[in-house]
C-alpha cells in the first residue's frame, strides 16, 4: 500500500499557446507571502499607474490550473474551491462566478500574460498590497493555496481516498476500483484532518473493515480513530473514537466476531451479515465516564483500557463483571509507578501476549525495571 498526498499543479505549456505583444513603461518586483508558508516573487510591470504581475509565475505556488483559449484570448484559472477569468485588452473578469472590474486590462509581454496585482491578489484571498520603498517592490501576505489535499492507500485492487474541505473538518471518503469506477463511502467530521493513515483488514467472510486514523493537534497528541465495515463496497457498520496522549489501537476482530468500539459501547458483529451479537457499555462495566480502547477479546472475555487512567481491566462478556490487572499481576512498586507516573501518560504498560486454555499471558512494558517475567491470568474469575 503506498500513501499518496498530491498537490495540483499549473503543468500546462502555455507559452507555446499564448500570443506575443505588449509594452511596458516601467518595471520593479513584488513578493507574496503565503498563508501555508512560504514567499514567492518577481518582477512586475507599471502601465498608466497599475501595477500587472505575470500570473504564470504565482498559479504554481497557489495550486491553479490554467486553461487558455487561444481564439477568444480568454485565460480561465481553477483550483480547489476557487474559480476566476480574464480576457486580454478587457478590464472586466470572473471570480468564482461573478463579473469584477479587474482595475487594469490584462496583456502580453514576452510570452508571459500579465494581470493585475491587486487582483491577483484578491483573487486568492490575500491581504492589502502596499508598497515597500526599502526593497522596491509592492508586497502582500496572506495569500491563500487551493489545494484538493487527498490522503491515499490501496488495497486489494481498490484505492480509498480521504478528501478534506477547505476548512480540514470534513473529509469525504471514495473507493476507486480496479475499473476506475470511484463512488462516496462517507462523509467524515473531525475537530482537524492533519496526519492521516489506513488500516486495512479482510474478513474470514469477505467482509472489508477500512480504520482510518486522524493524528492531529499540537503538539500531535489527539487520535481520531474511524472504524468502517463495508459488504459490497457499502457501509453496513460505523463507529468513531477519539483518544488523548494515548494511542489506542483497538482490535477489529476476535474469535471470528467482529469488533467495533466508539470508545463508551463495544459491539461484537457477526461476519458476512453485519449483524450485532452484542453490545456492551463499557462506561458501565468501568464505573467511569471514561472513552474506553478494547485491546484484546475472545469469545467469553475482552480488555479494555481507559484512557485517561490506563489500567487495562478484564472483562467477562457473559457477567461483565470486571477486574483491574495491574492489582492482580504487579508488584506493589509497579502498582504505585502505574497510578501516580504521568510521563508520557498515567497507567500500567501490561500487554496481552496469548491465551492458552483458561490462562491469559500479559509483558510488563513499563521501562521502570528490566522486567522479562511472563504474567498470567487465570479464567474464570470470581468476584464478590
Not at 479587474?102 to 491581504?127: C, E, H, Q, S, W
Request: proline letters at 3%; aromatic letters at 10%; glycine letters at 10%.
Amino acid at each position: 500500500m503506498m500513501k499518496l498526498k498530491w498537490l495540483a499543479a499549473a503543468t500546462l505549456a502555455v507559452a507555446l499557446l499564448l500570443p506575443a505583444g505588449g509594452n511596458s513603461t516601467s518595471a520593479a518586483a513584488y513578493s507574496f507571502g503565503w498563508e501555508q508558508g512560504g514567499v514567492s516573487g518577481g518582477p512586475v510591470i507599471v502601465k498608466k499607474g497599475v501595477t500587472y504581475v505575470a500570473i504564470q509565475s504565482v498559479i504554481g505556488t497557489a495550486g491553479l490550473q490554467m486553461q487558455w483559449d487561444k481564439s477568444d484570448q480568454r485565460a480561465s484559472f481553477t483550483g480547489w474551491n476557487k474559480k476566476f477569468a480574464v480576457r486580454i485588452g478587457s478590464s472586466t473578469g470572473v471570480l468564482d462566478g461573478k463579473t469584477v472590474d479587474l482595475g487594469g486590462t490584462p496583456f502580453m509581454d514576452k510570452d508571459d500574460l500579465y494581470i493585475p496585482a491587486r487582483f491577483v491578489v484578491n483573487a486568492l484571498d490575500g491581504g492589502p498590497l502596499h508598497w515597500d520603498k526599502a526593497t522596491g517592490s509592492i508586497k502582500a501576505n496572506g495569500l491563500q493555496m487551493f489545494v484538493k489535499e487527498v490522503d491515499s492507500e490501496t488495497y486489494d485492487g481498490a484505492t480509498y481516498s480521504l478528501e478534506r474541505n477547505d476548512t480540514r473538518q470534513l473529509g469525504d471518503l471514495f473507493v476507486t476500483g480496479a475499473d476506475g469506477v470511484q463512488k462516496k463511502l462517507i462523509t467524515l467530521e473531525a475537530a482537524e484532518f492533519d496526519f492521516v493513515s489506513f488500516q486495512f483488514h479482510k474478513t474470514s467472510k469477505g467482509l472489508t473493515i477500512v480504520t482510518v486514523l486522524n493524528n492531529f493537534g499540537e503538539p500531535h497528541i489527539n487520535y481520531h480513530y474511524y472504524t468502517l465495515v463495508l459488504k459490497n463496497g457499502n457501509v453496513i457498520r460505523k463507529a468513531d473514537v477519539r483518544y488523548w496522549q494515548r494511542n489506542a489501537q483497538n482490535i477489529v476482530e476476535a474469535d471470528g466476531q467482529i469488533v467495533v468500539t466508539n470508545g463508551k459501547t463495544v459491539r461484537f458483529i457477526e461476519d458476512g451479515t453485519g449483524n450485532v451479537l452484542q453490545t456492551l457499555d463499557l462506561e458501565k462495566i468501568g464505573k467511569s465516564q471514561e472513552v474506553y480502547s478494547v485491546e484484546a477479546a475472545d469469545n467469553d472475555f475482552l480488555l479494555m483500557r481507559p484512557n485517561q487512567t490506563g489500567l487495562l481491566t478484564f472483562v467477562d462478556r457473559h457477567t461483565s463483571e470486571a477486574v483491574v490487572l495491574y492489582k492482580q499481576l504487579l508488584s506493589p512498586e509497579e502498582q504505585h509507578y502505574a497510578e501516580t507516573n504521568d510521563i508520557p501518560y498515567f497507567g500500567d504498560e501490561l500487554q496481552f501476549i496469548e491465551r492458552k486454555g483458561d490462562t491469559l499471558y500479559f509483558k510488563n512494558k513499563s521501562g521502570l525495571t528490566d522486567d522479562k517475567k511472563i504474567y498470567e491470568f487465570k479464567l474464570p474469575v470470581k468476584t464478590s
